[in-house]
């Protein structure tokens, strides 16, 4: 049964840069049908997808945060990585990592972003001044 | 992209069905039958309820169904229990976006 685990500080200063990490476990991170995602969400607000690795290092991210997001994966490690650089307050959140379904079209081969599960237990990240 | 508009909540007695709706354009929810829905209880992570807008993961309650008409998904929990009272969020494929959550539903069982 496959499970993921996020790691990392709970506390980042502001202007700083968030580091988080995903151990998966129970699978292999190298499948070719699935990405690896980062979702967050502040406190009593709803999801936000931040972005998405395959296995062979493509990455997706949300044009809201593509200026300071990167993404990385260690298939030796069987994990993958956030850093969200630049933090304020408003990065404050729950942030999830998950497995994600990559959908391929037909016609074309190309894979597209698709639903999340399982997902990690999600770890608190409160960014202070 | 903003978060896909769903109602902020649902209220309905145990037994009752319910509809949450999931409100897209031709560019996601109406473009894609990349459709999911998710169940989130207080203090926990999100559960994959619905994928590819009709289907049930293995486990998951037959009380649960989703659909789609145009660009609005929606979500139905026929005979309500006390246990589905939580967050209800739809998401989708995006064009150029990749992925976008809905609002988020908060459903009161009364």
């Known amino acids: 049964q496959l499970q993921l685990q996020e790691s990392g500080p709970g506390l980042v200063k502001a202007s700083e840069t968030l580091s988080l990490t995903c151990i998966v476990s129970?699978?292999?991170?190298?499948?070719?049908?699935?990405?690896w995602g980062w979702i967050r969400q502040p406190p009593g607000k709803g999801l936000e997808w931040i972005g998405s690795i395959y296995y062979g290092g493509s990455t997706y991210y949300n044009p809201s945060l593509r200026s300071r997001v990167t993404m990385s994966v260690d298939t030796s490690k069987n994990q993958f990585s956030l850093d969200l650089s630049s933090v304020t307050a408003s990065d404050t959140a729950v942030y999830y990592c998950?497995?994600?379904?990559?959908?391929?079209?037909?016609?074309?081969?190309?894979?597209?972003?698709?639903?999340?599960?399982?997902w990690g237990q999600g770890t608190l990240v409160t960014v202070s001044s | 992209q903003s978060a896909l508009p769903q109602p902020a909540s649902v209220s309905g007695s145990p037994g009752q069905s319910i509809t949450i709706s999931c409100t897209g354009t031709?560019?996601?929810?109406?473009?894609?039958?990349?459709v999911s829905w998710y169940q989130q209880h207080p203090g926990k992570a999100p559960k994959l309820l619905i994928y590819d807008v009709t289907n049930r993961p293995s486990g998951v309650s037959n009380r649960f169904s989703g659909s789609k008409s145009g660009n609005t998904a929606s979500l139905t929990i026929s005979g309500l229990q006390a246990e589905d009272e939580a967050d209800y969020y739809c998401s989708s494929y995006t064009t150029g976006i990749y992925v976008v959550f809905g609002e988020g539903t908060k459903l009161t069982v009364l």
């Open positions: 998950a497995r994600q379904e990559r959908a391929t079209v037909i016609t074309t081969g190309t894979g597209r972003l698709n639903w999340f599960d399982p």
């Open positions: 129970g699978g292999s991170i190298s499948s070719s049908r699935y990405y």
């Open positions: 031709n560019s996601d929810v109406g473009g894609y039958n990349y």
